[in-house]
């Protein structure tokens, strides 16, 4: 029975031991090769003092190492935080200071760069490091994971833990402060890994292409439903849409899953000019895919089904569109996944009539277990069902996302915006993604944002910062003209800046709160 994450690896090891699971470059391991050596080097990190519900961060490029090293640290009883290695060494010093970090797996060369960040981590007690590391004299215990590799795989399996410890601590940007941990239990990963397989008919026979960083909850997720229904992951670390494109082609990819950003830059990246035959559906999250580019893809891909997602890090999954309804409701964001529900609630806590705006709250199986170390933000997000009778008390905690949705008469839910950014001008409240979406709709335009700017009259205007097909010439005073007749005066965007790229965040979405800091918000 797998009730722990690493009993995925463990059972598909035993059903397919022969069969590949993880493909970096030329590097090519079966799942006998990835068990024992997850074995071994849990075997490892237990000598060197991982103890039940220890810490251990994950600082690694996409790679079998990165891979390894998640299970390993589940096996050995540990908590396993991966870091997106898009992060600065002050950041990573911030979240091993926050989550109490014991150990650390790297490489020499990232290390060299954050020793000095890293000094007063006092929770550290060693390292483990890729390739060919040299003892650090003085500092820290240094361990080599080449080394623990080679360690005689421990038979029977032990395991520590039941389902409802922690697995995992994902680091998710807020719209202030520092990044906070997001607690995920065992129970949490394995019924996203089993619902997500459900819904997409995932089998063995999948080959996943892994874009998103395992950092992301959804990258990690296509990690996890790979090894529950013993598929192919293929690893890969890109810059431009031909290096994505090269891989689903050469690697016979059938499953994809992006954020916006991802199918932007396959939009406009020649998608159009080939053929995938075997890619059977892809899933974009973390965002409203623009519909202009949900236009190309369907062009592009006129055999794959289309999922459209969404999730929140603090639950996990959420909804999916089924590909069915696609021509129907091309902007819903779905309906629950199975074994969850999603509540559209007032400011009352009680339930929305359709049509009526109102926030997103998520109950079931995948809620997590709030923030680390931080129980004042975790009670203004996980927060007692009101909807439950008084006699069941506030036994049950539901996720209040922060996302304001509405649901049409079918029970199909669409998103709105973020209650944090909500734009209010003249008495009205806008949502960004409505204006953005009209601004995809020029079709000069390869990425947008838009953002309320303070006014003494008004309340708020529109600012809209835009990024321009191929590098080409943008006609703002044109675009604004655009929107006039596309939109209500009040929502037609009154700045527009241009810039060569958007600031994003370590999962790839549109960094908002990076562009209100540029305007002195």
């Not at 493909?23 to 060197?48: F, N, Q």
């Not at 929770?123 to 500092?139: E, I, R």
């Not at 990963?189 to 080959?207: C, D, F, H, N, Q």
Request: aromatic share 8%; hydrophobic share 40%; with cysteine.
């Amino acid at each position: 029975m797998d009730f722990l994450i690493h009993h995925m690896l463990r059972n598909s090891a035993a059903c397919h031991p022969e069969k590949g699971a993880v493909v970096h470059g030329s590097r090519r391991l079966r799942y006998r090769e990835v068990a024992d050596g997850c074995a071994s080097i849990a075997r490892g990190l237990r000598s060197a003092g991982v103890q039940r519900g220890d810490r251990v961060g994950i600082y690694l490029d996409p790679s079998v190492e990165q891979v390894l090293s998640i299970f390993s640290v589940s096996q050995a009883g540990g908590v396993y935080v991966p870091i997106n290695t898009v992060l600065v060494p002050d950041q990573v010093a911030h979240i091993a200071r926050d989550c109490g970090m014991k150990a650390l797996i790297t490489t020499p060369e990232k290390l060299a760069t954050m020793r000095s960040a890293l000094g007063d981590v006092s929770s550290l007690q060693f390292f483990v490091l890729t390739g060919s590391p040299q003892m650090q004299a003085g500092w820290k215990t240094v361990y080599g994971f080449e080394e623990m590799l080679k360690l005689p795989v421990p038979r029977p399996w032990a395991d520590w833990g039941i389902s409802k410890d922690l697995a995992a601590i994902l680091y998710t940007s807020g719209s202030t402060g520092k990044p906070k941990g997001v607690m995920l239990s065992h129970a949490n990963v394995m019924a996203g890994s089993t619902i997500v397989s459900t819904y997409l008919e995932i089998s063995e026979r999948e080959r996943i292409l892994a874009v998103l960083p395992f950092s992301f909850d959804a990258g990690m997720n296509q990690l996890m439903t790979a090894f529950h229904q013993g598929a192919t992951i293929v690893l890969i670390k890109f810059v431009f849409a031909k290096e994505i494109i090269d891989a689903l082609l050469s690697e016979r990819i059938t499953a994809l899953a992006g954020v916006p950003t991802v199918w932007s830059l396959l939009a406009n990246g020649g998608i159009l000019k080939h053929k995938f035959p075997d890619l059977r559906y892809i899933t974009n999250t973390g965002g409203a895919m623009p519909q202009a580019v949900l236009k190309v893809l369907r062009e592009a891909l006129p055999t794959t089904k289309i999922f459209l997602m969404y999730g929140l890090t603090e639950a996990f999954r959420s909804t999916y569109l089924p590909p069915e309804e696609l021509d129907r409701r091309p902007t819903s964001m779905g309906k629950a996944i199975p074994d969850n529900e999603i509540l559209v609630l007032n400011e009352r806590g009680e339930r929305c009539k359709p049509g009526e705006v109102g926030e997103l709250v998520h109950r079931g199986s995948t809620v997590s277990m709030g923030y680390w170390g931080n129980p004042e933000a975790t009670d203004q997000v996980l927060k007692p069902n009101p909807l439950l009778p008084p006699a069941l008390g506030d036994c049950e905690k539901v996720c209040y996302s922060g996302d304001l949705v509405k649901m049409d008469d079918d029970g199909f839910l669409y998103y709105v915006g973020r209650r944090d950014t909500m734009i209010k001008s003249s008495g009205y409240r806008i949502s960004p993604t409505e204006v953005e979406e009209v601004l995809f709709q020029t079709g000069k335009i390869r990425q947008a944002a838009v953002i309320g700017i303070p006014d003494e009259i008004l309340g708020q205007t529109i600012k809209a910062f835009i990024v321009a097909k191929d590098g080409a010439p943008l006609d703002c005073d044109g675009i604004q003209n655009f929107c006039v007749e596309k939109m209500p005066r009040h929502m037609v965007p009154k700045q527009f800046e241009v810039l060569t790229e958007l600031p994003k965040t370590s999962s790839g979405k549109v960094d908002y709160p990076a562009l209100r800091r540029r305007e002195g918000l």
